[in-house]
């Protein structure tokens, strides 16, 4: 079974509309599919702003993990079996579309439980899991094959802020895989100066190389780095997986890192990765009226847009799924092309 | 503009109760309501949902601060 | 100890994580507060340095506030302390749904439960008292319990001894129209025999006759239709939410409203929304037109008028669906059909009837003679059933001195207990005419209300029940001013002590329509509000009060002393001892001349 994650850079960039493209395109390919989320994704209107969000439509056959209190508002299903996962809307059930329906989708929270639950669906014959993300959140996206991040002027209006800051992002999941030397030294989570102090002093006593597991500050890697380069010079620096990074830090402050471990000749990898199938731009953004205290739809420039985002990614595609859908998204997300092609 | 409404001030509140299952519902129902009624921008003041329904205040602003006000005898409101 | 991590991820405010703080440490926790401003990576830190079992997120929700408790989560996972430490999150405008979304734990919402967060701390489920108030089953109290009966006033009690005896006499003997038809519904209650049908219609007015003959019903009245009774079982599904009492920190006063719409069905909305937002009691209240004609009709029936029609069924629909612990009392004080109504109401399960012989026969528009007749029937149908009656003092409305009220409250007190009843007297608070007139309360609604209220326990020692509603007269169409009029007596007489009050909704001077449901809301949280306000505080009148409540003490004695001396309680009604023509009180005139001897 492969599993589709769908993430996003922030609320309302598009991610449920680029899952529910996917969807389509699987459904029309006869594929059997599932459905679960990291969060929960059902609402009418945006909690902030107001504005009508997308809602998820199921063929028929369709397999969904969603949690119990959803249920009544999900088209007609036949429950399989219950999951011992627990969430704020209840319990995790593993359910399966008796007829054409809609669905509200809350999943499992947790990367653990969601493998789990993908266990179970792949049990019952699905060929396809889309993972739905959750406003920014990516942490359990590691459970996922392959990743679509979504993007748009929702997380910033500025075009250039917001293709420098997907461009960085993308550079993360770009980053090679590689295995732990023998002798590196292994830090788990880099967040306080009290661990800072250790690397250093673990650096600086000589080693193959530097492992970082969990939450990793960028910041306070480039003081480490700033003080024991040189012992690092030649040597790999290994992060646990993109997900990581992306979550510990704005990738722009990991890009300029990065940049500067490639200047010391020390090699950044990763333990694990996480291909970046698909990255969509959205120009919509949620204007703020001061005048009447509410949001407005409003947009910016889809082609310069577009174009942008293009320039600063070349290590994955990018498209607009509103104004020009790939005829080829699913072999896209199913990674069935390098990004050459 | 109807006459009478411009001679509201600047807002008008409108106190109900709607029969609905959730706070969510009342707050789409608010609105609409506002806007079947031809109101600008209807706003939810105040919810609270027990049980079947759902006391409301929604509240739609018809001169703001800094407009032409229409019972001052201005022509035009913005 | 366990710790617990509070991270108030708010540039400024931590109140709530204050709060939290103080309340955590008094259930034995280890609660560490971050301060305001914290960002993510530094709660991280903090919790991967302390090891809470918990980190308690408090947040105010606006734009792009949810991407940083998002990244929390987020981050969170990332540095592995999940599932050892789970994640909490609260604060304005945060939902369950949002909850999910972000990947929290768990979600609180509203008001803080503590038992609900203990036992998300604690990984499991403890009830917290709104569960537990939902599960444990609510009993229907008992209005009269504790209360002795007991007469602290010899000379008022020899005197109603003289009065009610006296009544008795003259009712001995006595029938009408009225208590035949309540005998035979009796029996028709659980006989089907058509001869006692024909007997009951024979007994009827020709407008109610029509209706059993050849299915005609008043002018505006229609009955309900099956697709609206079929309807009401899904509009009434759903999960209700947990009872709150209106009370704050005391067991009294119950509160109760009236209602009475003129359709079953919306009275059921009305009463749901009621017990909903925390009434204890509802009172039905039923058409005039319906008291003023002999005989009662049958089947679901509507209409756009005030009052909704005595039926059997109306009623059982009615009770079906209140929620069980709700008390309910039936109306049936005055007219023509008092006996028969206490035999529908106790049969759809009333738990209170509603009997008063003087204002019914005045202010009711019953005639004296009658309504003594019937209601002492009445009476003795309570006292039978064993359920406790009520003795509305709305005669005060038409302008009558509270003594002289109060004397018939009085008479109707002893009555009730000489027969084996219970009563509960009812008096008024309100800014009756009299009160305008003598300038009672020109300085204030406090000191005269609370001699009306302690007057009675210098008398006896029974339940005293205000309405219906208090604040009577008091109330303008204006939402605000009504709301906080009923708040504002709901809350002195709950400072007086009493058993129980009706309270009105903010349509109760409005004229022109049935009582709103946004109204009846608007009444009943801002009673909550003062009572919350005022907690275990109490108001207290001035000195000025004891005057008050010696001279209305002294009035009453006056006044049944008259009564007692005149020797015929009814013709003390007409001859205006209970409340002139003066005072604006005329007797009843619907039924007079209907009393029968009663057959051999």
Same mark, same amino acid.
């Given at each position: 079974?492969?599993?589709?994650?769908?993430?996003?850079?922030?609320?309302?960039?598009?991610?449920?509309?680029?899952?529910?493209?996917?969807?389509?395109?699987?459904?029309?390919?006869?594929?059997?599919?599932?459905?679960?989320?990291?969060?929960?994704?059902?609402?009418?209107?945006?909690?902030?702003?107001?504005?009508?969000?997308?809602?998820?439509?199921?063929?028929?056959?369709?397999?969904?993990?969603?949690?119990?209190?959803?249920?009544?508002?999900?088209?007609?299903?036949?429950?399989?079996?219950?999951?011992?996962?627990?969430?704020?809307?209840?319990?995790?059930?593993?359910?399966?579309?008796?007829?054409?329906?809609?669905?509200?989708?809350?999943?499992?929270?947790?990367?653990?439980?969601?493998?789990?639950?993908?266990?179970?669906?792949?049990?019952?014959?699905?060929?396809?899991?889309?993972?739905?993300?959750?406003?920014?959140?990516?942490?359990?996206?590691?459970?996922?094959?392959?990743?679509?991040?979504?993007?748009?002027?929702?997380?910033?209006?500025?075009?250039?802020?917001?293709?420098?800051?997907?461009?960085?992002?993308?550079?993360?999941?770009?980053?090679?895989?590689?295995?732990?030397?023998?002798?590196?030294?292994?830090?788990?989570?880099?967040?306080?100066?009290?661990?800072?102090?250790?690397?250093?002093?673990?650096?600086?006593?000589?080693?193959?190389?530097?492992?970082?597991?969990?939450?990793?500050?960028?910041?306070?890697?480039?003081?480490?780095?700033?003080?024991?380069?040189?012992?690092?010079?030649?040597?790999?620096?290994?992060?646990?997986?993109?997900?990581?990074?992306?979550?510990?830090?704005?990738?722009?402050?990991?890009?300029?890192?990065?940049?500067?471990?490639?200047?010391?000749?020390?090699?950044?990898?990763?333990?694990?990765?996480?291909?970046?199938?698909?990255?969509?731009?959205?120009?919509?953004?949620?204007?703020?009226?001061?005048?009447?205290?509410?949001?407005?739809?409003?947009?910016?420039?889809?082609?310069?847009?577009?174009?942008?985002?293009?320039?600063?990614?070349?290590?994955?595609?990018?498209?607009?799924?509103?104004?020009?859908?790939?005829?080829?998204?699913?072999?896209?997300?199913?990674?069935?092309?390098?990004?050459?092609? | 503009?109807?006459?009478?409404?411009?001679?509201?001030?600047?807002?008008?509140?409108?106190?109900?109760?709607?029969?609905?299952?959730?706070?969510?519902?009342?707050?789409?129902?608010?609105?609409?309501?506002?806007?079947?009624?031809?109101?600008?921008?209807?706003?939810?003041?105040?919810?609270?949902?027990?049980?079947?329904?759902?006391?409301?205040?929604?509240?739609?602003?018809?001169?703001?601060?800094?407009?032409?006000?229409?019972?001052?005898?201005?022509?035009?409101?913005? | 100890?366990?710790?617990?991590?509070?991270?108030?991820?708010?540039?400024?405010?931590?109140?709530?994580?204050?709060?939290?703080?103080?309340?955590?440490?008094?259930?034995?926790?280890?609660?560490?507060?971050?301060?305001?401003?914290?960002?993510?990576?530094?709660?991280?830190?903090?919790?991967?340095?302390?090891?809470?079992?918990?980190?308690?997120?408090?947040?105010?929700?606006?734009?792009?506030?949810?991407?940083?408790?998002?990244?929390?989560?987020?981050?969170?996972?990332?540095?592995?302390?999940?599932?050892?430490?789970?994640?909490?999150?609260?604060?304005?405008?945060?939902?369950?749904?949002?909850?999910?979304?972000?990947?929290?734990?768990?979600?609180?919402?509203?008001?803080?439960?503590?038992?609900?967060?203990?036992?998300?701390?604690?990984?499991?489920?403890?009830?917290?008292?709104?569960?537990?108030?939902?599960?444990?089953?609510?009993?229907?109290?008992?209005?009269?319990?504790?209360?002795?009966?007991?007469?602290?006033?010899?000379?008022?009690?020899?005197?109603?001894?003289?009065?009610?005896?006296?009544?008795?006499?003259?009712?001995?003997?006595?029938?009408?129209?009225?208590?035949?038809?309540?005998?035979?519904?009796?029996?028709?209650?659980?006989?089907?025999?058509?001869?006692?049908?024909?007997?009951?219609?024979?007994?009827?007015?020709?407008?109610?006759?029509?209706?059993?003959?050849?299915?005609?019903?008043?002018?505006?009245?229609?009955?309900?239709?099956?697709?609206?009774?079929?309807?009401?079982?899904?509009?009434?599904?759903?999960?209700?939410?947990?009872?709150?009492?209106?009370?704050?920190?005391?067991?009294?006063?119950?509160?109760?409203?009236?209602?009475?719409?003129?359709?079953?069905?919306?009275?059921?909305?009305?009463?749901?929304?009621?017990?909903?937002?925390?009434?204890?009691?509802?009172?039905?209240?039923?058409?005039?037109?319906?008291?003023?004609?002999?005989?009662?009709?049958?089947?679901?029936?509507?209409?756009?008028?005030?009052?909704?029609?005595?039926?059997?069924?109306?009623?059982?629909?009615?009770?079906?669906?209140?929620?069980?612990?709700?008390?309910?009392?039936?109306?049936?004080?005055?007219?023509?059909?008092?006996?028969?109504?206490?035999?529908?109401?106790?049969?759809?399960?009333?738990?209170?009837?509603?009997?008063?012989?003087?204002?019914?026969?005045?202010?009711?528009?019953?005639?004296?003679?009658?309504?003594?007749?019937?209601?002492?029937?009445?009476?003795?149908?309570?006292?039978?059933?064993?359920?406790?009656?009520?003795?509305?003092?709305?005669?005060?409305?038409?302008?009558?001195?509270?003594?002289?009220?109060?004397?018939?409250?009085?008479?109707?007190?002893?009555?009730?207990?000489?027969?084996?009843?219970?009563?509960?007297?009812?008096?008024?608070?309100?800014?009756?005419?009299?009160?305008?007139?003598?300038?009672?309360?020109?300085? *204030? %609604? =406090?000191?005269?209300?609370?001699?009306? #209220?302690?007057?009675? /326990? !210098?008398?006896?020692?029974? &339940?005293?029940?205000? $309405?219906?509603?208090?604040?009577?007269?008091?109330?303008?169409?204006?939402?605000?001013?009504?709301?906080?009029?009923?708040?504002?007596?709901?809350?002195?007489?709950?400072?007086?002590?009493?058993?129980?009050?009706?309270?009105?909704?903010?349509?109760?001077?409005?004229?022109?329509?049935?009582?709103?449901?946004?109204?009846?809301?608007?009444?009943?949280?801002?009673?909550?509000?003062?009572?919350?306000?005022?907690?275990?505080?109490?108001?207290?009148?001035?000195?000025?009060?004891?005057?008050?409540?010696?001279?209305?003490?002294?009035?009453?004695?006056?006044?049944?002393?008259?009564?007692?001396?005149?020797? *015929? %309680? =009814?013709?003390?009604?007409?001859?205006? #001892?209970?409340?002139? /023509? !003066?005072?604006?009180?005329? &007797?009843?005139?619907? $039924?007079?001349?209907?009393?029968?001897?009663?057959?051999?």
């Amino acid at each position: 079974m492969h599993t589709i994650g769908f993430a996003g850079t922030a609320k309302n960039t598009g991610k449920t509309t680029a899952a529910l493209q996917v969807l389509d395109r699987a459904a029309e390919a006869g594929l059997c599919l599932a459905v679960t989320s990291i969060g929960y994704d059902g609402e009418q209107r945006d909690h902030v702003t107001g504005l009508p969000k997308p809602r998820y439509a199921l063929p028929a056959g369709t397999l969904l993990a969603t949690a119990e209190q959803t249920l009544p508002v999900c088209g007609r299903l036949e429950i399989l079996e219950t999951s011992p996962i627990r969430t704020i809307l209840g319990q995790v059930v593993i359910a399966r579309m008796t007829e054409p329906g809609p669905a509200a989708l809350a999943g499992p929270n947790t990367r653990a439980d969601i493998e789990t639950i993908l266990a179970r669906l792949q049990a019952l014959g699905a060929e396809l899991c889309l993972l739905d993300g959750a406003l920014n959140r990516m942490a359990p996206m590691m459970a996922a094959d392959g990743l679509v991040l979504s993007t748009g002027a929702a997380f910033d209006e500025d075009i250039a802020v917001l293709a420098a800051h997907v461009g960085a992002l993308a550079e993360l999941f770009a980053l090679p895989r590689q295995s732990p030397p023998a002798g590196a030294l292994v830090t788990q989570s880099l967040l306080t100066p009290g661990s800072v102090e250790t690397a250093l002093n673990g650096l600086l006593s000589g080693v193959s190389g530097w492992v970082l597991r969990g939450a990793v500050s960028p910041r306070l890697v480039a003081a480490v780095l700033e003080k024991a380069a040189p012992a690092l010079q030649d040597r790999e620096l290994l992060f646990e997986d993109p997900v990581k990074l992306a979550v510990s830090g704005d990738p722009r402050a990991w890009a300029r890192l990065l940049q500067q471990a490639h200047a010391m000749a020390i090699r950044p990898g990763l333990l694990a990765t996480l291909p970046l199938r698909l990255v969509t731009v959205n120009p919509f953004y949620p204007r703020y009226w001061q005048r009447d205290y509410r949001y407005e739809a409003a947009y910016v420039d889809a082609g310069r847009l577009l174009i942008s985002v293009q320039a600063a990614i070349t290590s994955a595609p990018v498209a607009d799924l509103i104004a020009s859908p790939p005829p080829d998204l699913l072999k896209i997300v199913l990674g069935e092309y390098n990004c050459s092609d | 503009m109807t006459k009478a409404l411009a001679h509201v001030v600047d807002a008008l509140d409108i106190e109900t109760f709607l029969y609905c299952k959730d706070e969510d519902e009342a707050k789409i129902l608010a609105e609409a309501l506002a806007a079947e009624l031809g109101l600008p921008h209807g706003d939810v003041v105040f919810v609270e949902h027990r049980g079947a329904g759902a006391r409301v205040r929604i509240r739609s602003y018809i001169h703001h601060p800094g407009d032409h006000y229409r019972w001052l005898g201005m022509e035009d409101g913005k | 100890m366990k710790t617990v991590l509070l991270a108030p991820l708010d540039p400024v405010h931590d109140n709530a994580i204050k709060l939290l703080k103080r309340k955590l440490t008094d259930a034995g926790y280890r609660a560490v507060a971050l301060p305001p401003g914290s960002t993510e990576e530094e709660v991280v830190a903090q919790a991967l340095e302390e090891h809470p079992i918990a980190i308690l997120v408090s947040r105010t929700l606006g734009y792009k506030v949810a991407e940083t408790l998002g990244h929390l989560v987020d981050l969170a996972e990332a540095a592995g302390l999940r599932p050892q430490t789970r994640l909490g999150v609260g604060g304005m405008a945060i939902t369950r749904e949002l909850g999910a979304e972000l990947g929290f734990d768990g979600c609180f919402v509203g008001s803080l439960d503590m038992a609900e967060l203990l036992g998300f701390l604690e990984g499991h489920a403890i009830a917290g008292p709104a569960e537990m108030a939902q599960t444990a089953p609510r009993s229907r109290p008992d209005v009269t319990a504790g209360f002795t009966y007991a007469w602290r006033d010899a000379t008022i009690a020899g005197m109603l001894d003289q009065i009610t005896d006296q009544i008795l006499a003259w009712t001995a003997g006595k029938t009408s129209p009225a208590i035949a038809r309540a005998e035979l519904r009796a029996e028709m209650l659980t006989d089907p025999d058509p001869d006692l049908r024909e007997r009951y219609i024979a007994l009827c007015d020709a407008e109610i006759q029509a209706f059993y003959r050849q299915g005609t019903l008043p002018l505006g009245v229609r009955r309900l239709e099956e697709s609206e009774l079929a309807a009401l079982p899904g509009a009434t599904a759903g999960t209700r939410p947990p009872f709150e009492s209106l009370r704050h920190g005391r067991q009294k006063p119950l509160f109760f409203v009236q209602y009475g719409t003129g359709c079953p069905i919306m009275d059921i909305t009305h009463i749901r929304l009621a017990e909903d937002w925390g009434v204890d009691g509802v009172l039905h209240f039923d058409p005039s037109w319906g008291a003023q004609r002999e005989g009662l009709l049958e089947g679901l029936l509507t209409h756009e008028h005030d009052g909704t029609i005595v039926t059997l069924d109306n009623l059982r629909l009615i009770r079906q669906y209140m929620n069980p612990a709700t008390l309910w009392n039936v109306r049936g004080h005055r007219g023509l059909n008092t006996p028969e109504t206490q035999v529908l109401a106790q049969a759809a399960g009333a738990d209170l009837l509603k009997i008063n012989i003087p204002y019914g026969s005045t202010g009711g528009g019953t005639d004296p003679a009658r309504l003594t007749v019937d209601g002492v029937h009445s009476l003795r149908l309570a006292a039978r059933y064993g359920l406790p009656f009520d003795i509305p003092g709305n005669d005060e409305l038409s302008g009558v001195p509270p003594q002289k009220t109060f004397a018939g409250l009085l008479i109707m007190v002893m009555l009730g207990l000489k027969l084996g009843a219970r009563p509960i007297p009812k008096p008024l608070l309100c800014y009756s005419p009299y009160m305008t007139i003598e300038g009672l309360m020109d300085a *204030d %609604f =406090v000191d005269m209300n609370f001699a009306k #209220l302690r007057v009675w /326990q !210098e008398i006896v020692d029974a &339940p005293v029940w205000p $309405g219906e509603p208090v604040g009577f007269m008091t109330h303008s169409p204006e939402r605000v001013q009504s709301a906080i009029t009923t708040a504002a007596h709901a809350a002195l007489a709950s400072s007086a002590g009493v058993a129980a009050v009706t309270i009105a909704s903010s349509d109760e001077a409005y004229s022109k329509g049935p009582i709103s449901a946004p109204a009846r809301v608007d009444s009943l949280r801002a009673t909550r509000e003062l009572l919350r306000f005022f907690g275990p505080a109490d108001i207290q009148p001035t000195p000025r009060a004891e005057e008050l409540q010696a001279q209305l003490h002294a009035g009453i004695t006056a006044t049944l002393n008259a009564i007692a001396r005149r020797g *015929d %309680f =009814v013709a003390a009604i007409y001859e205006g #001892l209970l409340g002139s /023509q !003066e005072d604006g009180l005329y &007797p009843g005139r619907t $039924g007079r001349g209907s009393v029968m001897t009663a057959a051999n």
